[in-house]
């Protein structure tokens, strides 16, 4: 069982990992949606983006208030990451 300072780690670096992917699918979304390849494939990656998404942080809840900081830090960083990505010229 992960104690203390790994916990934090832990759930930190699963919140960055969950985060990249969370916005990586979120970009590919948008790919679909504005090529217009149908309604019913964006619902698709959309419900499951945002239900592996709150799985997660539920079960990172259940470790304690301490990991579910740390992964929510770690969410948001990816979220900075993949802003600084879209802005990059292409």
Do not use: D, H, N
């Not at 992960?2 to 990586?24: K, N, S, W």
């Not at 499951?48 to 998404?53: G, K, L, N, T």
């Not at 740390?70 to 600084?84: E, P, S």
């Amino acid at each position: 069982m992960l104690q203390g300072i790994e916990i934090t780690v832990t759930a930190g670096c699963a919140g960055l990992v969950l985060g990249l992917g969370y916005f990586a699918a979120l970009k590919r979304t948008i790919a679909i949606f504005c090529t217009g390849q149908g309604w019913r494939t964006v619902l698709l990656l959309s419900l499951m983006r945002i239900s592996v998404a709150v799985t997660a942080f539920i079960l990172l809840a259940r470790l304690g208030a301490t990991a579910l900081i740390c992964a929510a830090i770690g969410f948001l960083i990816a979220r900075q990451v993949a802003l600084q990505w879209a802005r990059e010229p292409q």
